[in-house]
C-alpha cells in the first residue's frame, strides 16, 4: 500500500453500534494501520476500552487530563500525530459538539485542536438522523470539509424502520484507505478486464473457463484507490465491485470486445487481466434448451471470438496496454510473443496453475524493452499494486 499516512485516530460515541467498530478496528490493523481509539464515557457503557485496546494493541483514550507524562498536552500532541480522524458510530450528540465547537471530552477537545480531513458514520435512531437539529449540523460539518458517510437504511436496533444503521465496516475501512493513499493516478483513466467470458450454445448452456475476477477486481480496487477513474469491465463473478469502479458487467467475449472498443478512445490505461474465450459454440437452438434425444456424442462447431486486445494494440493512440498471458508451459516465451503481437507496453505472465480462482499468484512482468520481473509468490493486491507501479512511469 503506498498511503501518505497510516496513523488514524478513531472516536467512538455511545451508541449500540459502537460493538461493530470492533470489526472496524480489527480491519484497520489487518492493512497496517496505526490505530489510536478515544471512547466516550457513554460509548464505555456498550463496549469495555479494553476491547478496543487489544484490537488496536494501544491505550484507549478516554479522559482529556490523562496524560502519560506532564509535558504532553494529550489532545494537542494526538491531533499533531493524526493523518485521518474517524468518528464511527457518531452520535447525534458527537455531531451537534462538533459543528458548534464544543469541546467538553477528549475526542471533541481533539477534535477542535485538529486540523486534517475528517470521516464521519452517523449512526442513530431514525427521528434523531432525521430531526433538523441534527441535519443542520451535518450540513455545518459537510460544509467545513468532513466527509459524511450516509447511514444505512433498514431495521435499527431501537425496532424503527429507516435510516440510521451503521455501515458496514469493509465499506468504511474502504473510505478510509480511499483517503489516505497517495494519488498518483488522479486525472487518469483505466480501464480493467476480469473474470471469464461465457459462451452459451443453448438458453442455459455455455463453455468457460474458472477465473474468478480477482485479479481484475484487485486492480480495479488499487487503481481506484490511487485516485485513477476506473471503468471495470468484467465477465460473471461473484464478487462485489470495489467502492467507486464503474462497473460494467458483460457474459460473452462478444460482448466485451463491444463494451470494451466503446470505451477504449476514453481510457489512457488498459489493463486486460480477463479470460477471454478464443471461441464461441455455434448455437444448436434458435431458443430454449437443447434435447439431448438418444443421442451418444454431439460435435459443437466453434468459431473464433475477435482478440479484443489485438486489436486495442493496432487502434492505440498514445495509451498504455497491459495484457496478461495464462500458460500451461514455455511461459515467459509465449508471454513474450503475445507482448509483440498485440504491441502491449507490458505483459504480466502467470501460469494457468498458479492464478485461476486463488487468493495469491506468482507472476513475471515482461516490459517492451525487452526486461522481465519476475516476482515471487504475492496476493492478488500486492501484484495490483507492483503493475500500477510499472504503468505510471509509462504514463509520463
Ligand atoms: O480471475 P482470477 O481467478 O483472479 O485469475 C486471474 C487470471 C489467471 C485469469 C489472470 O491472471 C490472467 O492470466 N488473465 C489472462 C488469461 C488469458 O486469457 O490469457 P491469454 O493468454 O489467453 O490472453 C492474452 C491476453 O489477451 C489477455 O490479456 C486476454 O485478456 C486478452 N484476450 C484474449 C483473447 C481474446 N479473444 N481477447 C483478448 O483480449
Not at 252 to 259: L, W, Y
Not at 305 to 318: F, H, R, S, T, V
Request: proline share 6%.
Amino acid at each position: 500500500m503506498i498511503l501518505q499516512g497510516n496513523r488514524v485516530t478513531l472516536g467512538i460515541t455511545g451508541g449500540i453500534a459502537a460493538y461493530k467498530a470492533a470489526e472496524l478496528v480489527r480491519l484497520m490493523v489487518k492493512d497496517e494501520l496505526r490505530v489510536r481509539v478515544i471512547m466516550t464515557v457513554n460509548a464505555t457503557r456498550f463496549v469495555t476500552p479494553l476491547t478496543f485496546q487489544t484490537l488496536s494493541q494501544s491505550q484507549v483514550r478516554l479522559d482529556t487530563f490523562e496524560t502519560a507524562s506532564p509535558e504532553r498536552v494529550e489532545h494537542v500532541i494526538l491531533a499533531q500525530e493524526t493523518d485521518l480522524l474517524v468518528v464511527a458510530p457518531a452520535t447525534a450528540n458527537i455531531l451537534a459538539k462538533m459543528a458548534r465547537g464544543i469541546a467538553d471530552d477528549m475526542l471533541s477537545t481533539l477534535y477542535l485542536a485538529y486540523a486534517g480531513t475528517t470521516l464521519l458514520a452517523p449512526a442513530m435512531n431514525t427521528q434523531m438522523y432525521l430531526h433538523p437539529a441534527t441535519q443542520d449540523n451535518l450540513r455545518i460539518l459537510k460544509d467545513r470539509g468532513a466527509i459524511v458517510l450516509n447511514p444505512g437504511e433498514g431495521e435499527l436496533a431501537c425496532g424503527d424502520y429507516g435510516p440510521g444503521r451503521f455501515p458496514d465496516p469493509p465499506y468504511i475501512m474502504e473510505r478510509i484507505l480511499d483517503l489516505l493513499y497517495k494519488k498518483d493516478l488522479e486525472g487518469k483513466s483505466l480501464l480493467v478486464t476480469a473474470g471469464p467470458t461465457r459462451e452459451f450454445f443453448d438458453e442455459i448452456r455455455f463453455i468457460s473457463n474458472p477465473s474468478s475476477g480477482k485479479m481484475g477486481f484487485a486492480i480495479a480496487q488499487e487503481a481506484r484507490r490511487r485516485g485513477g477513474k476506473v471503468y471495470l469491465v468484467s465477465g460473471p463473478t461473484y464478487l462485489t465491485p470495489p467502492w467507486g469502479v464503474e462497473h460494467i458487467p458483460v457474459t460473452s467475449a462478444r460482448e466485451m470486445h463491444k463494451r470494451v472498443l466503446a470505451l477504449f478512445p476514453h481510457v489512457d490505461v488498459v489493463i486486460k487481466a480477463a479470460a477471454v474465450a478464443d471461441f464461441h459454440p455455434l448455437p444448436l437452438v434458435d431458443k430454449g434448451k437443447f434435447k439431448k434425444g438418444k443421442k451418444d456424442s454431439l460435435t459443437l462447431e466453434l468459431k473464433a471470438n475477435p482478440d479484443i486486445l489485438a486489436q486495442l494494440g493496432k487502434k492505440k493512440k498514445g495509451q498504455i496496454l497491459v495484457g496478461f498471458a495464462a500458460e500451461s508451459h514455455e511461459l515467459l516465451k509465449n508471454a513474450q510473443e503475445k507482448l509483440e503481437g498485440k504491441n502491449l507496453d507490458l505483459i504480466v505472465a502467470n501460469k494457468i496453475s498458479e492464478g485461476f480462482g486463488k487468493d495469491t499468484s506468482k507472476v513475471a512482468i515482461l516490459r517492451r524493452d525487452g526486461t522481465t520481473c519476475e516476482l515471487p509468490t504475492m496476493s492478488k493486491d500486492e501484484v495490483a499494486r507492483v503493475v500500477l507501479d510499472e504503468v505510471i512511469p509509462l504514463l509520463s
